[in-house]
C-alpha cells in the first residue's frame, strides 16, 4: 500500500538512481523468487548466493560448480533452485536444507536452464552447441533411475532458413527458452532469427515466426511480462522487438538510432508498462527503459565506470537489479520526496518552531445536533471485516501464495542454557590460557644467552655472616671443652676404662 501511494504521487514509479550496493563474489547472473523477497546470483566461481533484500544481507551460499553459474531459475514455491554452469552440469537445490536434490550432466556448458511453473520435476537446458532439451527427473528424486531427455525439434522453416547462414555461425549461437507464467506453454529463440511457441507437455509447435533480422538476427535473450500477455526479444541486429505472446504477432521494433548499440538482456517492469534493456559498452553502464505502449524511450540510467552483465526488474516494486563486469550487484529505487499537502491541502511546513494560538472554541465539544447527518444508505451498507482480499503475485490467472510458500531463509535458534554452556567453556579456556601465558612470563631460563648455565648468587642481610661466624666458633669452642672432659676422665679412671682409638687424648 505504501509503495502505490509512493509511486502515484511521485508519478511514473521508475527507478532513478542507485540505493545500495552488494558486493560478494563475482556476480554473473540473477533472479527474483516469484515473492521478490529473495535474490538469487550465480558467481564466476560456481556459488550460487542467496540475498534476503529486506534485510540487505547474505542468508545462504551453495556449493557445487566448479566453473561459472551461467542461470538461475526459481520454482514456483521457491522451495527450489535451478542452477546451470558451464562444467555441464545442471543442479536442483532444496533451498531450506541447503542440499543438492538431483544433478543432470551434460556432454556440453549449459547456457541456460529453466524449471516448469508448476512441475518441479521438468526444466528445459539449452546447451551450447545443441537444441534445447526438456528434461524430466525421477518421482522422488531417485538417484537409482535416470532422467528422461526429450530433444526439443525446430520448425522444418527456420531449418531452411539456418542453410543460409554459414556453419560456423550456425554451431557457435546457442538457443534460448522459457515458460509462460502458468507453464502450459514454451517459447524458444533459435539462433537464426526464428521464434517459436510449443505445447509444454507435448512439445507440439504451436506456432512459428521469423523475424525481419535475416542472417545476424540471433536471438539472445527474452523474457514474458508478469500478466503473461507480452514477450519481449533482443536480437543480435542491436533491435529490441515486442510480440503478442498468444499468436507472436509483432507490435513494435525499438533501437538506439544514434549510438546503434548492442543489448545484454531485456525483461518488463512489475506492471508490464515499460520495457528495459542492458546496453552492451565496455566502459559504460547504461539501462534502457521505453514505454511499453508507445515504444518511445522513457529515461536512461547511467551507473559507474564498468560494464554491465545483467539486468532484472523486481517483481512488484520500482526495483531495477543490475550486474556489473566486474561483479557488483547495484540496486536502483525511486527516491521518495515527503509531500505532505497531497494527504492535508491545509498542511504548511515551517522552517522554525512557531507559537500558536487556539481559538476560544476550537477545542470545546460540538452538540450532536450540529454535525451533519449521517444518510441511511451509509448506515444500512454492511462493512465486512472477515473477507480478506487476494493479494496478486504474477499472471491474473494465478492463484494466492499457497502454505509452502518460501518467503524467507529460516534460521535455527540457538537454546539460551547450550549458549550460556558454551559461553562459560569459551571463558575458562581463556583463564586457562592466561594462566599460562602469565606462567611462562615469570619462569626464567635456566641458561644465559651466550650458553652457559646460569649460577645462582647469594645476597647477605647485614649481620648475617657474622652471625654465622660466631655459631661456628661456639661449635669449636664446645668441641674443645668435651675433649678436656674426655681427658680428665681417663685419668681418674684409669687403666680399667676403655678409650676409644680416635680420642683426642691419646
Known amino acids: 500500500m505504501a509503495d502505490s501511494l509512493s509511486v502515484a504521487y511521485n508519478g511514473q514509479g521508475i527507478p532513478e538512481s542507485i540505493q545500495d550496493v552488494l558486493d560478494h563474489g563475482v556476480a554473473l547472473c540473477c533472479a527474483f523468487n516469484r515473492r521478490g523477497s529473495l535474490l538469487a546470483v550465480g558467481c564466476n566461481d560456481g556459488r550460487a548466493l542467496l540475498w534476503d533484500l529486506d534485510t540487505r544481507g547474505l542468508a545462504q551460499a551453495l556449493y557445487g560448480h566448479t566453473e561459472a553459474v551461467t542461470s538461475i531459475s526459481w520454482s514456483r514455491s521457491a522451495q527450489k533452485l535451478l542452477t546451470s554452469s558451464i562444467d555441464h552440469r545442471v543442479i536442483l537445490w532444496h533451498i531450506v536444507k541447503g542440499v543438492k536434490l538431483f544433478e543432470v550432466r551434460f556432454d556440453q556448458p549449459v547456457l541456460q536452464a529453466c524449471l516448469r511453473p508448476r ?24 538417484h537409482a533411475d535416470k532422467p528422461v531427455r526429450t530433444e526439443i525439434a525446430i520448425d ?49 509447435i504451436l506456432k512459428s515466426v521469423s523475424t525481419d533480422a535475416g542472417k545476424d538476427g540471433a536471438i539472445k535473450d527474452m523474457s514474458l511480462s508478469n500478466d503473461g500477455r507480452y514477450l519481449v526479444v533482443a536480437s543480435s541486429d542491436r ?52 514505454e511499453r505502449e508507445t515504444a518511445t524511450l522513457a529515461k536512461i540510467l547511467t551507473g559507474e565506470a564498468q560494464g554491465l552483465a545483467a539486468t532484472l526488474w523486481h517483481p512488484h516494486k520500482p526495483m531495477i537489479v543490475s550486474l556489473s563486469s566486474v561483479g557488483r550487484i547495484y540496486l536502483w529505487g525511486v527516491t521518495y520526496s515527503d509531500n505532505w499537502s497531497a494527504f ?51 499472471s491474473s490467472d494465478e492463484e ?20 550460556a554452556l558454551q559461553t562459560a567453556e569459551d571463558d575458562r579456556a581463556a ?67 676403655d678409650v676409644p682409638l680416635d680420642s683426642p687424648a691419646q
Open 156 to 204: 522444418g522453416d527456420l531449418v531452411k532458413l539456418a542453410s543460409s547462414m554459414s556453419a560456423k555461425r550456425a554451431s557457435t549461437v546457442a538457443t534460448v527458452a522459457c515458460y509462460s507464467r502458468s507453464g502450459a506453454h514454451l517459447y524458444v529463440g533459435t539462433p537464426q532469427g526464428g521464434l517459436q511457441q510449443l505445447d509444454a507437455s507435448t512439445l507440439k
Open 239 to 290: 533491435f529490441i522487438r515486442l510480440f503478442d505472446a498468444a499468436d507472436l504477432d509483432p507490435l513494435h521494433k525499438i533501437q538506439d538510432s544514434v549510438n546503434k548499440v548492442r543489448w545484454r538482456s531485456c525483461c518488463f517492469s512489475a506492471k508490464s508498462d515499460y520495457i528495459m534493456a542492458g546496453a552492451i559498452k565496455d566502459h559504460d553502464h547504461h539501462i534502457y527503459i521505453w
Open 119 to 142: 512441475h518441479s520435476l521438468e526444466f528445459v537446458a539449452c546447451p551450447l552447441v545443441s537444441p534445447p532439451i526438456r528434461v524430466t527427473l525421477p518421482v522422488g528424486y531417485n
Open 400 to 419: 494466492a501464495l499457497s502454505d509452502d510458500e518460501l518467503l524467507f531463509i529460516p534460521v535455527m535458534p540457538i537454546d539460551d542454557s547450550e549458549l
Open 344 to 394: 492535508a491541502p491545509d498542511f504548511k511546513e515551517v522552517e522554525d518552531n512557531v507559537e500558536y494560538i487556539e481559538r476560544e472554541d476550537e477545542f470545546d465539544d460540538v452538540d450532536a445536533v450540529n454535525q451533519p447527518a449521517i444518510t441511511e444508505a451509509l448506515m444500512s451498507e454492511p462493512v465486512d471485516i472477515v473477507t480478506v482480499e487476494r493479494e496478486q503475485y504474477g
Open 431 to 497: 583463564l586457562t590460557s592466561k594462566a599460562k601465558s602469565d606462567n611462562q612470563t615469570k619462569a626464567k631460563p635456566s641458561r644465559s644467552k651466550d650458553g652457559k648455565p646460569r649460577v645462582k648468587k647469594l645476597v647477605h642481610k647485614p649481620g648475617q655472616r657474622r652471625k654465622r661466624k660466631s655459631e661456628s666458633g661456639a661449635t669449636k669452642g664446645s668441641k674443645q671443652a668435651k675433649a678436656k672432659e674426655s681427658a680428665s676422665a681417663v685419668k681418674q679412671g684409669g687403666a680399667g676404662m
